[in-house]
């Protein structure tokens, strides 16, 4: 209870809100505590989005680099927005925001990685040919 109260009030000290402050101490939390805070429908959204990650990510073996880096954003950005809406009041929509920026966001990497392996390409095959 002592170090909970210690957190509630540094929290409340440096202006920060109870949801905030509960993700930046939850893995110092006991069990208890986070049983209380988080309701069954939060803990559920949690391990389906976690679990749905470690999937998505274990199947990567047959695609592409393309489809590689698209996924893997989404599933990144899902997880970042799912963490930063379950801090607003939503984690539902902040995954569903987060996917988009992330599959966005991957996309542009990969054309951005693409440029560069052409331009490498295009290095070689200009030293290649130079007059020696």
């Known amino acids: 209870w ?17 949801r905030v402050f509960f993700a930046a101490c939850w893995a110092g939390m006991p069990k208890k505590a986070f049983a209380k805070i988080a309701t069954p429908r939060k803990r559920f959204s949690i391990l389906l989005v976690t679990l749905l990650a470690i999937t998505g990510l274990a199947g990567c073996a047959g695609m592409t680099d393309t489809q590689q880096r698209t996924v893997t954003g989404g599933l990144g950005g899902t997880a970042g927005g799912a963490l930063i809406g379950a801090i607003a009041g939503n984690a539902g929509m902040g995954a569903a925001i987060g996917a988009g920026v992330g599959i966005v966001g991957g996309y542009l990497y ?12 295009q290095g070689k095959r200009d030293i290649q040919q130079a007059p020696r």
Not at 2 to 18: F, P
Not at 110 to 121: G, L, S
């Open 2 to 18: 002592v170090a909970n109260e210690r957190r509630r009030t540094a929290g409340a000290a440096a202006g920060i809100s109870g």
């Open 110 to 121: 990969d054309k951005h990685k693409q440029a560069e392996k052409r331009a490498y390409e």
